[in-house]
């Protein structure tokens, strides 16, 4: 058991993690305020495998360029898991942002760390969400065997859950701020594999493009996922990402979402406490929005961290700030996600 | 900003009985010409012979009009007629202006309802994500002037 560590008064705002798909976003990201900016290589080494979306090695060098002259920096996601026939690509992957020189790599699977933490010992490591690790115990394993500096909490962990975990660890604790929710069992889902027969952990992408189809029908608009009807839109219904998770079934007769309903998560009410519990950085789902989503939402929340370091106390969440995050939300609703569960 | 946030603004009812009576034709091409003339050398090569042989139809709602052109040896050519488009996107003038301005989020305006996209999603993925790729800061500022100038208030 590691000595609890005791919470200190923030010497700086949390860190602000924003999404790039693509160069403008990276902009985007880097004008208004980002600490950090993630993306991923063009292939299925991160979990936004999406035609279009993502960075060669020329956009990525531009975009380091772009981002150190500015004083943020760059981290590359390679958040999928490896097979045993495909390991050279995830290793060459590793070789590729070092040698670009990111300023972090994103990791989830195991083996993959311990290439990256015996091949290139300066590059720092990163445990991405889909390593799914929730507990101290766990992030301090990853910590004493491969040095990663920073954890991503899974989105499962109440606000007191969190709060016990960065007590116990010397490693930075990164948590989700904003962005569309998933079924929130990261790394470890496979159920949209049942209908497109690609597993998001190792395909990168929950619903592959080529497996959905929107189709407007008179009194509805339904999207289905390798033929799977995921849900149907009436005139007044605002329709979201077809996953599996977020689908809408019968379930003994009653029509709902059994895993989850179609929203986001925002969490600025909760940033005193978070900066007070020692929350490390912020992350912003997104990497397949657009230049618009990630120029907004850094916007907004740059203001918010920066105004609650300023005084924690009189923080309060502007409502200019809600209306800006809701007017690009998927689902139109706002939620805290795990953070608060009146159950647990 | 955002202007997608802002309730939909729709041409006047007049725009859209004339538009429903114009040849197709003419507004295809001048819409084709245009692409050619802003976006086609910021494709990547790749994504062109991708879309290679497709048509495309942008449905603007309220000026009754449907533009229709197809991606051949790299350029886009206007089409008088497709049985079905790989792609149709349904909007209102504004809305797509707003999108090509960057002031919008396709996204949100999809969310909306105010973006219908019909077809081949990973076709209409791929379209997105090279158009967010692309930039072309003098069109778009061009844009945006006469986005403020046609916005209530503004001039």
Redesign the interface.
Known sequence: MNAAVLPQPAARPMKLVCPA?????LKAAVDNGADDVYLGFKDETNARN????NFDDRSLREGIDYAHRKGAQVLVALNTYPQPESWRKWQAAVNRAASLGVDAIIVADAGLLAYAAKAHPQLRLHLSVQGSATSHEAINFYHERFGIRRAVLPRVLSVEQAEKVIARTPVEIEVFGFGSLSIMVEGRCALSSYATGESPNTHGGCS???A?????RPDA?ESRLGGVLIDR?G?ED???YPTLCRGRFVVNGDTYYPFEEPTSLNTLELLPRLQAMGVAAIKIEGR??????V??VTRVWREALDACFRDRERFRVKPAWQ??LA??S???QCTLGAYHRPWK | MNAAANAPRKLPGPVRAVGRRLPRMPASIAFATALNLTLRRKFPADVLDRLEGHTFAIVVEDAGVELLFRVRARRFVPVAQAAEPVLRFRAVAWDYATLAAREADPDTLFFNRRLLVEGDTEIALLVKNTLDTIDIPRTRGILRRVLRAAAPGGG
């Open positions: 798909g693509t160069p403008p976003a999406f035609a279009g979306l592959p493009a080529k959905i189809r929107w189709q407007q608009l839109f005139a605002h329709p979201g397949q929005r657009s230049p618009v989503y120029e907004t209306d800006a007017g690009i998927e689902g139109h």
